[in-house]
């Protein structure tokens, strides 16, 4: 990803634009273009003449793209539902719709953290090949599916540990070779393959030792990229000056932000970076293309006025004819580092929500009119008002390869007032309509964004002119087939709690749902000495990292909502190797610009197989986490055994507990709220995490579920399609079901599966594919629900969800076979995966509110509360649902009491008891209504 030097920021510094966010309107725009009269009067800024003329010579457009990797800003994307996720990479690479991207490099992935979290490797042992990790073949195969002439690209960030201290090795080259033959597999071709992002150290000899071993493995059709660094222009020109053979090796000479690298830049500056973007004299000599094979690290929707001045002067500045975006889409938490950063937004696969940022559109200007292939026409590109430098805007232009059609794009970021554009065209071009397209580039309001205006129409000499306005981006074409995607987006909520993941529904070898592996590899797997998925920690060994200056890297893997504050983080977890596993809570990564996983905030509940355990704290510094409490449980210790660790948090203090005991706790401050995780002391395969849960608080004080051996606040059971029979919690099924696939399925109209269960909660878990149709769900014989198990993709589901059923009784779930189907399905096939039945849990008796009485008048200040409950019980007392008294003791007579003052007014007195020894938490007391009437 980004290279650290110099940003270039030059001009405009007395344009006082408020870039704060796309999302608001930065400046009260003018009006759209309009053509120019015939005789009007001279604009603000001197007029530019374009000859647009067929016989013009220049190189040839290699394409717009973006980049999924360096890394981990893809990861939320694979979560969310078909239908948003669909409409999300339509916009990404769907020809004509959005921004129609021409060209995807992705991360070859290696366990190490890339940036915004770490990829899985195709190879964590040498030899050992999983083609199936990861998402990138996933989503490269998605871009092909909408746009077959898409070219794929290819770069390493971080590495497999067996891979060694540098990729420029020889391991470094049979771990590319390794993983160009998975994209093999998967039917993906690779037209670009680069080396080591950023990591200087190549020479000519390892990029031709390269170029032979993929000629000799299949892949001589594959074309290097040298070598993606911030100086390749100079260094990889210069090189190739000197030896031949490396210049034959080499295809694409790409270089990292040219344009000045802008990561850090405050929105408000985005009017004055990427002014100018140079290749060198050399480079351009050798007539290698040239390639900006990263740039961009800018907002989503605000980074679309920079791009748009970028995608031009790559070319008009560098010869430039491919410029690649980092990153593809801004699909990690947003307390990673750069997670804004994108061509659409889309972090909430709970909800749905994403997106589409003005950058988007800013790309289409010249992807929707302009294909690879085409040819720049050096005569048709420049500067606007005859300035030699993006002083007030710049044009390129380009025509197709049969000579006929043609498009100008043209910009005015920098423009301070309107001007004309006259552009002329010749030299066997058409010169039917031009039609015109627009976006205003400071404006919050989407209407003005890729807006299809009035066309032109050129007089006899083949002349239009137009009228430009300042800080938009225009494309003039005679070609069509464009259009602006648009697709229904759900509303933006946070994900809710309670939250729970027992992996059963997860894909074996990927990660579980919503969370974001940091470092390391952490996939859906058997578990080990029991049955079903679980959680499994894959890597090995120390990744060849892409950042060499993580100070105390570790495997951690991490989800959840960041204002998640007074809750319950609980799994169950399994040594594997001698070193210790754990949970996190209220975890939050840096930001901004922080690319180091280590630099983060979170408390954890370790557990080594000694049988020790600690609660710890990691304050951001990049120290590994400090005990705040530790111990030793003899029963906890040993290899290949399970373990429930639960951590509780209530304001400033922290409960530990391990299976159902509670072993410590702890007061601290330094955190108030985030996500929860997973971790490991190192990189040891195997450890296992299982029954991930993390409840609220039924008061702000008290947890609701407890340590593990408890049933609060449910239970729930997943019964598989396959556990058959006539008792609670079996299927029966009707005619006859063809299973495989973790599914059984069935079409003929008419035949059902039955389920017979007990509990208060039900949810039927089906495949969704191509074939499936309509089939009627009911509870209990009541009316039939209509539900559509028809997906573009094949997917395990949840489906139909049935809630307030009574626990004390039996109940049935039905799915009856239609017939019908959604038309788009192939098929009217029914599908059965599992349900997952929940049943109420466990809780205590409620302790007794003895004093005051409800209904009371007290004085107000100092109050005494006083009850009774089982001696030793925890008793939390609180007025009108904030905390008062929290865990007070009760005596060894049963009496507790609490003292605490309440203000003037009325109050309503509730109060819970904890079992210190069980962690069972009772039912709240009826509430005590009182008065405290003023005084004086």
Known sequence: MHAHRERRITGGGNRLIALANLLAVFLAAAVLMVPAPAGAASNDLPGTSIAVDGQDGGRTFDGI???????????????????????????????????????????????????????????????????????????????????????????TWAAPGWVGSSMYSQNGIQYIDDWLGCAKQHGLN??????????????????????????????????????????????????????????????????????????????????????????????????????????????????????????????????????????????????????????????????????????????????????????????ASGYLAGQTSDKVGSYVSLKSPDGKDWSSVVETTRATGPQTVTLNVSGGLSTHAVHVW????????????????????????????????PDHIYTFTTTTGQHKGNSAVPASKPLPLPYSDSFTAGTRGQQARYLATMEGAFTVEPCAGRTGNCLQLDTPAKPLEWQGNIQTPYPYTVGGGQSWSNYQVSADVRNAQPGSVGILGRQSNLGGTMEDPSHVHYYSLTLSDTGTWSINVADGSGKAAAPLTTGTLPSAAGLNTWHNLALTFDGSQIFASVDGTTVGSATDTTLSAGKIGLVASGYLAGEQYDNLKVSTLTDLAVPVELPSGTHNPETVTDIGYGTTGAAVNQWQYSGTWQSGGGNTWNNTTGDHATLTFQGDRVSLQSITNPSNGIVNVSVDGQNPTPVDLYSAASTLASVFTRTGLDPSKQHTLTVTVTGTKNPASSGAFASVASAQVSTPGKSIPAPAVTTPTDGATLHPGQVWIEGTAP??????????????????????????????????????????????????????????????????
């Open 438 to 469: 627009s976006t205003n580039l400071v404006t919050g309001d989407r209407s003005q964004w890729f807006v299809h205006g009035q066309d032109l129409v050129p007089d006899a000499n083949g002349t239009v002119t137009a009228t430009l306005q």
């Open 65 to 155: 793209g973006a980049i999924s990797g360096g890394g981990g800003n893809t990861r939320l994307l694979t979560d969310y539902p078909v239908a948003q996720r669909n409409a999300i990479l339509d916009y990404l690479f769907k020809p004509g719709y959005g921004a129609n991207l021409q060209i995807l490099k992705v991360e070859t992935s290696g366990d190490g953290n890339t940036t915004s979290g770490a990829e899985q490797t195709v190879e964590e042992t040498r030899g050992v090949i999983n083609c199936d990790a990861g998402y990138e073949f996933w989503l490269a195969k998605e871009a092909v599916k909408r746009n077959p002439h898409i070219k794929l690209s290819a770069l």
């Open 190 to 379: 690779f037209s670009y393959m680069g080396g080591w992002n950023e990591k200087g150290g190549w020479n000519a000899a390892w990029w031709k030792d390269l170029r032979a071993s993929l000629d000799q493995h299949g892949f001589s059709s594959v074309k290097l990229v040298a070598a993606d660094q911030v100086s390749s222009f100079s260094d990889v020109s210069g090189a190739m000056a000197k030896d031949a053979d490396f210049a034959k090796a080499v295809s694409v000479i790409g270089e990292h932000y040219p344009c000045g690298w802008n990561g850090p830049t405050p929105i408000s500056q985005y009017p004055n970076v990427e002014t100018h973007c140079p290749s060198s004299a050399a480079a351009q000599a050798l007539g290698t293309p040239l390639w900006a094979s990263e740039q961009g690290s800018m907002s989503y929707s605000a980074g679309g006025l920079p791009m748009a001045r970028a995608n031009n002067i790559d070319y008009v500045d560098g010869r430039m004819t491919a410029t690649i975006n980092w990153p593809l889409v801004a699909s990690a938490y947003t307390d990673v580092g750069f997670a804004d950063q994108g061509l659409v937004m889309a972090n909430e696969p709970w909800s749905g929500h994403y997106d589409v940022g003005l950058s988007t559109w800013v790309t289409a200007h010249t992807t929707q009119f302009v294909q690879p292939g085409w040819q720049y026409l050096d005569g």
């Open 871 to 936: 001696a030793g019980e925890l008793i939390t007392v609180s007025a009108s649902g904030t905390p008062v008294c929290v865990n007070h003791r009760t005596d060894r007579n049963g009496n507790w009491r609490c003292d605490t003052q309440l203000q003037p007014g009325q109050a309503v007195l509730t109060a819970v008891g904890l079992d210190p020894v069980t962690g069972l938490l009772s039912e709240p007391t009826a509430p005590v209504h009182v008065l405290m009437p003023k005084t004086g």
